[in-house]
């Protein structure tokens, strides 16, 4: 498969993250829902650090987590530069490139999304707003959407540790992007032996 191919794949993704992301932005206030289905709702929320929520405690917590971002960017991209020059197999280099565009578009939002946003609390955010925007440079929110309630109700007591709480299934809210990471990740484990085939032995 050509880095040409891979390129459009990466395109593609980043047009379709970064277009649903600005129209959230723009048209939901934090917290607002729309309701699509019983069991999918738009829901938007930021996500101030690493998946599930999880954050780096510390004044530089998220400027270190948006600098590891971009190196880990650089590794991405050469691993992908890499498989395309050693001609590796498709499903390999479509995985790598689901997962670049992925970890690019969180990335820009991280970068880029303090500075030409205000903020969402109890309002609609204003793109480019004349008093400038919400955080600095590599310190802005990630903006996720999509939300997946396929059960809620109360565990059966003999559940362990969790017997008799309400649970929701599935509750993290994320985006395209994580969409792309978690797509790349699940090809490469579920097609191991093509994405990483065993040289035979001459």
Same mark, same amino acid.
């Given at each position: 498969? @050509?880095?040409?191919?891979?390129?459009?794949?990466?395109?593609?993704?980043?047009?379709?993250?970064?277009?649903?992301?600005?129209?959230?932005?723009?048209?939901?206030?934090? %917290?607002?829902?729309?309701?699509?289905?019983?069991?999918?709702?738009?829901? =938007?929320?930021?996500?101030?650090?690493?998946?599930?929520?999880? +954050?780096?405690?510390?004044?530089? %917590?998220?400027?270190?987590?948006?600098?590891?971002?971009?190196?880990?960017?650089?590794?991405?991209?050469?691993?992908?530069?890499?498989?395309?020059?050693?001609?590796? @197999?498709?499903?390999?280099?479509?995985?790598?490139?689901?997962?670049? @565009?992925?970890?690019? %578009?969180?990335?820009?939002?991280?970068?880029?999304?303090?500075?030409? !946003?205000?903020?969402?609390?109890?309002?609609?955010?204003?793109? =480019?707003?004349?008093?400038?925007?919400?955080?600095?440079?590599?310190?802005?929110?990630?903006?996720?959407?999509?939300?997946?309630?396929?059960?809620?109700?109360?565990?059966?007591?003999?559940?362990? !540790?969790?017997?008799?709480?309400? =649970?929701?299934? =599935?509750?993290?809210? !994320?985006?395209?992007?994580?969409?792309?990471? @978690?797509? %790349?990740?699940?090809?490469?484990?579920?097609?191991? +032996?093509?994405?990483?085939?065993?040289?035979?032995?001459?």
């Amino acid at each position: 498969m @050509s880095l040409k191919k891979a390129t459009l794949i990466i395109i593609l993704i980043l047009i379709i993250d970064q277009v649903s992301k600005i129209y959230i932005k723009t048209n939901f206030a934090l %917290g607002e829902d729309f309701k699509v289905f019983d069991w999918f709702s738009i829901y =938007f929320v930021e996500n101030e650090g690493m998946a599930w929520g999880a +954050k780096i405690p510390g004044k530089y %917590g998220k400027l270190f987590l948006t600098l590891f971002r971009l190196v880990a960017i650089v590794g991405i991209g050469y691993w992908l530069w890499d498989s395309v020059r050693k001609n590796a @197999s498709r499903i390999l280099i479509v995985s790598i490139a689901l997962i670049f @565009s992925g970890a690019m %578009g969180n990335l820009i939002d991280s970068i880029f999304y303090g500075l030409i !946003f205000d903020d969402s609390y109890r309002q609609v955010a204003t793109m =480019f707003p004349d008093a400038g925007g919400y955080a600095t440079l590599f310190h802005g929110k990630v903006v996720d959407m999509l939300y997946f309630p396929l059960w809620k109700g109360y565990l059966p007591e003999w559940v362990p !540790f969790k017997g008799g709480d309400y =649970f929701t299934f =599935f509750e993290p809210v !994320f985006n395209v992007a994580d969409t792309a990471i @978690s797509s %790349g990740v699940g090809l490469l484990l579920a097609f191991n +032996k093509k994405a990483f085939p065993k040289k035979e032995e001459e």
